[in-house]
Each structure stands twice: as structure tokens, then as C-alpha cells.
Nanobody, 124 residues
Framework: QVQLVESGGGLVQAGGSLQLSCAASELPFSNYGMGWFRQAPGKEREFVAAIDRSGTSTYYADSVKGRFTISRDNAKNTVYLRMNMLKPEDTAVYYC?????????????????WGQGTQVTVSS
């Protein structure tokens, strides 16, 4: 059974940083593009960042471009999201997901496996 387990969320002040991790198991990790999404209370889940299976191509939502960095370590079956210069509007539950193929995808329907999410709260 495929599992994606996120960690690294927490409470941080505006301007601070956090790094999220997502560890995959029972998945041929290096075959899958990976993505991060987030969902704030009362809002739809939205795309944050994606990375292709080799880690050479990335794509970001405009709202996080220049502040967030997605990366992966295929030897560790782990994808990361480094978040700098955090803002209160970044507060959400963050989810990692594995896409149906190895490229970069921003559409939620391109993802077939999901983690349980980790809470990120940014105080002003």
C-alpha cells in the first residue's frame, strides 16, 4: 500500500522559514513526478509546487515563486518543500502528492496518491 507521510509543519512567525518533508513508501518513487498542494480553511485545495521524477524540472504557483523551493532525494524516497519569507496567507494544511507520470504537473487531477497533510501556521 502506497504511503506518503508529510512532516515538518508547525507554527512560525511571518518572515520565518520551514522545511516540509514527504517520505514515500511502497512506491517506485523515482518514476513519479511529485507535488505539493495546500488547503486553507474554507478554501479549495491549491497547487503550490511540482518537480519531475529526476528533479531537474520544477514549477511553482505565482504566489510562492521566489520564496519556496521544491526538491527531492530519490535515494531517500523523499520530496521536500523549503518555505522562506513565510506570510500569514501561507497558513494551510500542506499535502504532498505523487503524479500519475514522471513530469511536472499543476492540475490536482494529475495526482493519484496523497499524504495526510501537515499544518503550517504563520502568525503575523
Amino acid at each position: 500500500q502506497v504511503q506518503l507521510v508529510e512532516s515538518g509543519g508547525g507554527l512560525v512567525q511571518a518572515g520565518g522559514s520551514l522545511q516540509l518533508s514527504c517520505a514515500a513508501s511502497e512506491l517506485p518513487f523515482s518514476n513519479y513526478g511529485m507535488g505539493w498542494f495546500r488547503q486553507a480553511p474554507g478554501k479549495e485545495r491549491e497547487f503550490v509546487a511540482a518537480i519531475d521524477r529526476s528533479g531537474t524540472s520544477t514549477y511553482y504557483a505565482d504566489s510562492v515563486k521566489g520564496r519556496f523551493t521544491i526538491s527531492r532525494d530519490n535515494a531517500k524516497n523523499t520530496v521536500y518543500l523549503r518555505m522562506n519569507m513565510l506570510k500569514p496567507e501561507d497558513t494551510a494544511v500542506y499535502y504532498c502528492a505523487a503524479a500519475y507520470r514522471g513530469s511536472v504537473y499543476s492540475l490536482i487531477n494529475s495526482y493519484v496518491y496523497w499524504g495526510q497533510g501537515t499544518q503550517v501556521t504563520v502568525s503575523s
